[in-house]
T-cell receptor, first 115, second 115 residues
């Protein structure tokens, strides 16, 4: 069965520190992977996506993620966090070839940034 | 690009009445649109998937007669909550998938409060 695990419910980092948010997935088909960010009371914004090719993908706002097939992981990273990065982050997985394009979401990781 | 709007952004209605929420893709055509429900501090729960011109596919446990979905065009989908009750109060988010893409673009959400 398909599933996405974000093991960290809440992460706190100091502004300027590096960040890594973990995401593990379980999917029977060839996956495509996403990271979305949600600010309070808002919809989700796409940070980055991986379909194929280079396993290190760059996204908006200085974020990057690395796909590791052997570990079924797609961790999100940022070298230096800004206070405006405080938000909820969701990892999602879908299947290439899926006609409907349904995504499966993790439960989210809440990021708090200390000044 | 890839902007999705939702209207209204918030609505308060009385128990027993119906509420319609609109979801529009503003600068692309959406083969498929999705409706989610999100409870506080939780991930997104997929309610239904809709394709233009065909009946929506509802997730298990979602009442089709209560949550009516219409996907009238490639840029518009509507969710009608019929005979609303206080337990229907929630944050409803739509997303749209472009015709030649796998990612979903999300609307800003609608906060529904049923009194």
């Amino acid at each position: 069965a398909q599933s996405v695990t974000q093991p960290d419910i809440h992460i706190t980092v100091s502004e300027g520190a590096s960040l890594e948010l973990r995401c593990n997935y379980s999917y029977g088909a060839t996956p495509y992977l996403f990271w979305y960010v949600q600010s309070p009371g808002q919809g989700l914004q796409l940070l980055l996506k991986y379909f194929s090719g280079d396993t290190l993908v760059q996204g908006i706002k200085g974020f990057e993620a690395e796909f590791k097939r052997s570990q079924s992981s797609f961790n999100l990273r940022k070298p230096s966090v800004h206070w405006s990065d405080a938000a909820e982050y969701f990892c999602a997985v879908g299947a290439l070839g899926s006609t409907l394009g349904r995504l499966y979401f993790g439960r989210g990781t809440q990021l708090t940034v200390w000044p | 690009g890839a902007v999705v709007s939702q209207h209204p952004s918030w609505v308060i209605c009385k128990s027993g009445t119906s509420v319609k929420i609109e979801c529009r893709s503003l600068d692309f055509q959406a083969t498929t649109m999705f409706w989610y429900r999100q409870f506080p501090k939780q991930s997104l729960m997929l309610m239904a998937t809709s394709n233009e011109g065909s009946k929506a596919t509802y997730e298990q446990g979602v009442e089709k007669d209560k949550f009516l979905i219409n996907h009238a065009s490639l840029t518009l989908s509507t969710l009608t909550v019929t005979s609303a009750h206080p337990e229907d109060s929630s944050f409803y988010i739509c997303s749209a998938r472009p015709e030649v893409a796998y990612e979903q673009y999300f609307g800003p959400g609608t906060r529904l409060t049923v009194t």
